[in-house]
Nanobody, 116 residues
Framework: QVQLVESGGGLVEAGGSLRLSCAAS????????MGWFRQVPGQERELVALITRGGTTTYAGSVKARFTISRDDAKNIMYLSMNNLKPEDTAVYYCHSRHTDGNNYWGRGTQVTVSE
């Protein structure tokens, strides 16, 4: 079993920055990929950024060059550094992990609100 807990969301003005954290516990060492997704009410959850066990990263086109995903394996924490935030980045951000046993885990989410 894996537990994922997000933190770091909040209210920021357009152009500002935030750093989200995802603390993983349990059998987190067995992950294949970890990622950040976001969801706006009434819309589907979408991938924001992904990092593989080997460190390869993937970004949604809308956030490339503004967001950076990273991982501290010693602390079992994944980060999402978000710069030059835009109102359209407003969403609930979820941490996700996919594991070697085929299981997927989600955190409860953290709200990010970007004002004009």
């Amino acid at each position: 079993q894996v537990q994922l807990v997000e933190s770091g969301g909040g209210l920021v003005e357009a152009g500002g920055s935030l750093r989200l954290s995802c603390a993983a516990s349990g059998s987190s060492f067995s992950f294949l990929t970890m990622g950040w997704f976001r969801q706006v009410p009434g819309q589907e959850r979408e991938l924001v950024a992904l990092i593989t066990r080997g460190g390869t990263t993937t970004y949604a086109g809308s956030v490339k060059a503004r967001f950076t995903i990273s991982r501290d394996d010693a602390k079992n924490i994944m980060y999402l550094s978000m710069n030059n935030l835009k109102p359209e980045d407003t969403a609930v951000y979820y941490c996700h992990s996919r594991h070697t046993d085929g299981n997927n885990y989600w955190g409860r989410g953290t709200q990010v609100t970007v004002s004009e």
